[in-house]
C-alpha cells in the first residue's frame, strides 16, 4: 500500500495537548518553516536510525511519535475542531473535555506510530519560504519522495500562537484530503448519538491497541 494511502487511513494529524512521556525541553520556533525542516530531518532520522528496535518491537515508534512530533502539535484547537457542534461545549464540564483531548492524542499517536512502520529511506522535501507577514494561519507544502514510486503531496497546516510568535501543527492536507476534516465527519455524528464520554472511551480502546505493520492490519 502506497504512503499516502496510510496515511489517509490513519485519518488526521497526529494532534496532541501535552501528552505524558514528552520532553519538557522543548523547543520553539518563530519561523514555521524552520520548525517544518527541523520537526521532519529528526523524525525521519531518528526512525532510521532505530530500524533495529523497531524491527524487534513496533512500541519504539509511539515513543518516538510522542516526543517528536507531539510537542509541535496543536491538539486542543484540532480537537474542538473534530467536535465542532457535535457537542454543547460551554455545557461540557471541563474534565470529560480534557479527557477527550487526551484520548484523540493518544489514537492519533498510536495511528501515526503504525503509518511509521512503512518508513524506510523515504526523503522528505519541504517548500521554499515564503512571507507570512500577520498571517495566524499558513499551509507548508511538503513532498514524500520514494525512489521508484510517484512523489507524495503533503501540505502541513499550522497555526500561529495566540500570544506568542511560535507555530504548531493542527492539520494535514494528503494528496488533496484534509485529515482533519475526515477525523471530524467519523467522530461527529458518533458524538452526537453516544456522548463525548463513549466516545472517549472508544479512542482509549483503540489507542491502547498494539502498534503492528501497517502490511499485518
Known sequence: MKLYALILAGSLTLLSLAATGVRSETQTYTDPYKMMEVLADN??????????????????????????????????????????????????????????????????????????????????????????????????????????????????????????????VFDMVAEGISLLDSKRAELSNLIRQQGLKSVTLLLTEKAQAPITRAEEK
Open 43 to 168: 523524525t525521519f532520522s531518528r526512525i532510521a536510525k532505530d530500524q533495529s528496535k523497531i524491527e524487534a518491537d513496533p512500541e519504539v515508534l509511539r515513543l518516538i511519535v510522542n516526543e517528536e512530533l507531539v510537542p509541535y502539535i496543536d491538539s486542543r484547537y484540532a480537537a474542538l475542531r473534530v467536535i465542532g457542534n457535535s457537542a454543547d461545549l460551554r455545557n461540557t464540564p471541563r474534565e470529560e473535555l480534557l479527557a477527550f483531548v487526551d484520548a484523540f492524542q493518544n489514537y492519533m499517536v498510536a495511528t501515526y506510530a503504525g503509518v511509521f512502520t512503512q518508513y524506510r529511506d523515504q526523503k522528505v522535501m519541504i517548500e521554499p519560504a515564503r512571507a507570512i507577514d500577520n498571517q495566524k494561519i499558513i499551509s507548508i507544502k511538503t513532498r514524500v519522495i520514494d525512489p521508484g514510486k510517484p512523489d507524495i503531496n503533503i501540505e502541513f497546516k499550522l497555526r500561529r500562537g495566540k500570544d506568542s510568535d511560535t507555530w504548531l
